[in-house]
């Protein structure tokens, strides 16, 4: 019998035909994510964009002063899992008296920020755990705030870091990327639950139900005697529970890591590994309009940035600003660290920028700072069909309606009147093409980047982003935005195509056009301005 099926999406002439331009930015956020799984991935597939248009790296712990100029693009990493890239614009002048200068008004920082974690499992630095009715588990501790059930029945991967002592005998950091499934929880089948469990819902303790199977006591048995006997060794020795330890951990796990790291067992010193779904991040939908991904919060902004200051670099090199995209790492958990957002990271790096530009820039750095803007991207909550009392009736965002403001005036999100009407105003003004190498980005007057705008309900929490504690450590105006996502801080999130494309397209915008606007903005008047 001939199958008959189609492995195509369906086709149709209405305007919710997916975009080949958003189908292309879809893509790349695909291939851009399935190369991460741990926040320093988050940064080297950050790299890896940057380097590809020509960016140069620097080190924090060597002076800069010789090394950055204007027109040029540069990019630090610190931890490997926080990372801060810029461009310095050819007419760049750090004199805050400078709006009567050739160059036009003065210059300023145009910055986009996100961050490079999300909630995940994360492996326990010790954990001697004893194999308990045949099977060996891994110790993990929670990170962030996740929603932990969706982690059970999924083919778990691992990526992150592993410190070792290499053969020189120096301490070495080496990445390491498990995208196979080797681990996995497994839920308790319904037939095993009380009624009154089953009634409850579903009810987890994530100290004893998360720890995630690694494999059985029979295969790794089996393993070791068969590398015994590849090795002249004694193939019927069994490994007692104290022998399988190497440095508190289970030697099936430390021979994985050690095989990755490609180092032996006894050289790991240390590592920070986090678990993820193995399954890689995929278009879905029958019009192929949605990304199913993990770590779509917050990597689809990381992205973007990232995305949008690369693929304009030579178009902003000839500009009068410093243009940056940063991804910081520790959100999930408040961002209280030195890869963290609320850190002096940000004020310090400027202020190393500045001094390499000009000796005097200390006496500037507070008036550019007055005129300049950080865009704090992070994810936004779509109204999910299945739930539409959670949302504020007036303020539904939608997947696919455009990139979301998002506002609360307890401060949680540091938008403010300003700032958003400064959004709305380059949004709605032009649209580079997503990512576009061509020209100069593919300004199209014709169609306005979509915003929307998101408030929580007086009767809910409400989260909150880097944009508060950034605006308040540095005393920067500031915007939160975001593209809209179901089930954020799931194990699996959804986005869909046209909001990255949107995504990028804005931070295209906002690079290319804010000084523009900000140039002829007319701010409140004293009353002494006002009487003449």
């Known amino acids: 019998m001939k199958a008959v099926g189609c492995n195509k999406p369906l086709t149709t002439t209405t305007s919710t035909t997916t975009t080949a331009a958003a189908a292309a930015a879809g893509r790349r956020f695909i291939d851009f994510v399935n190369r991460t799984g741990s926040p320093y991935h988050s940064v080297l597939a950050s790299k890896r964009l940057l380097l590809n248009k020509g960016f140069t790296p620097l080190s924090e712990k060597k002076s800069w002063s010789s090394i950055i100029q204007r027109g040029g693009k540069y990019f630090i990493t610190r931890n490997h899992s926080e990372i801060f890239a810029f461009i310095v614009g050819n007419k760049f002048n750090t004199d805050a008296m400078s709006n009567n ?21 994360r492996l326990r630095p010790r954990s001697p755990i004893k194999p308990k009715e045949g099977i060996i588990q891994l110790g993990v501790t929670t990170y962030g705030g996740g929603l932990w059930h969706t982690w059970f029945d999924r083919g778990l ?44 819902g579903f009810k987890i303790n994530p100290e004893e139900h998360l720890m995630p199977i690694f494999c059985s006591s029979k295969y790794y048995q089996e393993q070791q005697q068969a590398a015994a006997a590849a090795g002249g060794g004694d193939d019927d020795k069994q490994d007692t529970d104290d022998d399988a330890m190497v440095n508190g951990n289970h030697r099936a796990l430390m021979e994985l890591l050690s095989n990755e790291a490609g180092c032996a067992i006894n050289d790991i010193i240390d590592f920070d590994i986090c678990m993820m779904d193995a399954t890689p991040s995929s278009i879905i939908g029958v019009y192929d309009e949605f990304i199913s991904s993990p770590r779509v919060d917050n990597l689809l902004s990381t992205w973007a940035c990232m995305e949008a200051l690369s693929s304009q670099s030579d178009h902003l090199v000839d500009g009068k600003d410093i243009y940056i995209a940063a991804a910081f790492d520790h959100e999930e958990c408040g961002s209280t660290s030195y890869t963290g957002a609320n850190s002096m990271t940000l004020q310090s790096w400027i202020k190393r920028i500045l001094s390499s530009l000009d000796q005097h820039a200390d006496r500037y750095f507070s008036q550019i700072i007055a005129r300049s803007i950080l865009v704090s991207a992070d994810g936004a909550h779509a109204i999910h069909p299945n739930y539409p009392s959670k949302h504020q009736s007036e303020h539904k965002v939608y997947l696919h309606d455009g990139i979301v403001i998002k506002t609360n005036t307890n401060q949680r999100y540091a938008t403010n009147a300003l700032t958003a009407s400064m959004i709305r105003a380059l949004a709605s003004s032009c649209t580079p093409c997503g990512g576009s190498d061509e020209g100069d980005g ?37 915007i939160d935005l975001g593209a809209a996502q179901w089930a954020m801080h799931s194990c ?28 002829n903005l007319i701010e409140v008047m004293d009353d002494d301005d006002a009487r003449q």
């Open 101 to 121: 200068a050739a160059g036009g008004a003065g210059s300023r920082i145009i910055m986009v920020g996100a961050h490079t974690d999300s909630p995940c499992l």
């Open 157 to 200: 991967g691992m990526a992150g870091k592993v410190v070792i002592h290499n053969k020189k005998g120096y301490i070495e950091e080496r990445l390491i990327r498990v995208d196979r499934p080797v681990a996995i929880i497994p839920n308790l089948a319904i037939h095993l639950q009380t009624a009154e469990e089953r009634n409850a």
């Open 442 to 478: 593919g300004v199209n007057t014709a169609a306005p980047i979509p915003i929307q705008d998101f408030v929580v309900r007086n009767d809910s929490p409400c989260g909150s982003t880097i944009g508060p504690m950034m605006s308040a450590n540095i005393g920067i105006r500031t």
């Open 492 to 519: 699996r999130e959804t986005c869909s195509v046209d909001d990255a494309a949107h995504l990028v397209s804005l931070c295209e915008v906002i690079y290319k056009h804010w000084g523009d606007i900000d140039d």
